[in-house]
């Protein structure tokens, strides 16, 4: 019989994917809120999960819920804000390992794509996964994913990316 | 031109997280989990004279101090197996017993003021493990001693068992449990550890 590792271990495991996949599909300012309320959902409900089911669809797919949640509500009360000046000087130095255009552009992508853009390169999860935990087909999860790498890649000076 | 593959590191680089992100969220996690009962056991270790010491604790109490030689990941999965998964590192719950014990260590304190969860030991060997508080600081008793006090004097070896599978060794004192020959007999923390214990127990 498969034993269930500690939640501290699927803490140390997985949080890490699940706050990326947040900042990608929330954006930066709400990640913390989407990863905590995600795992603190998981938390409750982890004793009645299956000993062999796969965690870390299972965590993408509570984050997937809290983030539809957080999207709602802020599609209700904000209005789009302006990139702040400084984010440009910030990427005109080429700060090591942070592209804030690249997250920027991110979050101008509808949330379908940004979500399947997370759940399949941020998680590593196949397109069949995605698009269960998205609603509809792999071949529209696909095409979200390739529509969103296709956009990306428009608003993006190629100078801009860093090898 | 970008290539897919540049552009997907790239993307993973700009939602890059570090250690302190995580470990800043974990903290919160574990105390919003606490404040929603959720938290069924929270853990943490602490450096003593006798090496590292896994502290655990259920909301009724201490339920498990583990010596490193037991293996602070075994002694985890083995609680999470016992008494439920939801388990993580979260200081708070076990301040007061870590004061203890470094005040025992110091030699300031001789008898531990703290909650326990008596959960994992059942039948003779809980009646074992509950007489042992009786044996006071500083004082030794043998096995044979023992078995009369938790109430079946022909038990000699049952309370050796009871000793070597005590989940609250330190707290519950079976280091003051020895042979009757006056040899300090065997301890689940070593036999080093044992004689720590004793020693400094005495020397107070």
Known sequence: MARKPTFEVLVGTHGDTVLRVCRAVVGHADADDAWSETFLSAMRAYPHLQADANIEAWLVTIAHRKAVDIIRKTARVATPMAVPPDINVVADQGEVGHNPDLADALQRLPPKQRQAVAYHYLAGLPYTEVAAIMGGNPAAARRAAADAIASLRRSIPSNAIKK | ?204
């Open chain 2, 1 to 204: 031109m970008i290539t897919e593959h540049d552009l997907t590191n790239s993307l993973v680089r700009s939602v890059a997280t570090n250690a302190d992100d995580i470990s800043r969220l974990h903290d919160r996690l574990a105390a919003a989990a606490e404040a929603d009962g959720l938290l069924e056991v929270a853990y943490r270790t602490i450096d003593t004279p006798v090496g590292s010491l896994l502290l655990a604790a259920t909301e009724l109490g201490l339920v498990r101090v583990a010596y490193a030689n037991e293996d602070h990941e075994v002694v985890l999965q083995a609680l999470a197996d016992q008494i439920s998964p939801r388990i993580l590192h979260s200081a708070q719950r076990l301040d007061e017993t870590a004061r203890e014990l470094d005040e025992y260590f110091a030699r300031r304190r001789h008898s531990f003021d703290i909650a326990l969860d008596w959960r994992l030991s059942k039948g003779f060997r809980s009646d074992v493990l509950h007489a042992l508080p009786g044996i006071g600081y500083g004082h030794t008793a043998s096995y044979g001693t023992v078995a009369q006090l938790a109430g079946n004097p022909k038990a000699v070896r049952a309370v050796g068992s009871a000793c070597a599978t005590n989940p609250l060794p330190v707290i519950v004192p079976c280091h003051r449990v020895v042979r009757s020959d006056g040899a300090m007999g065997g301890y689940l923390g070593g036999v080093e550890a044992k004689r720590l214990l004793l020693d400094l127990e005495a020397a107070a």
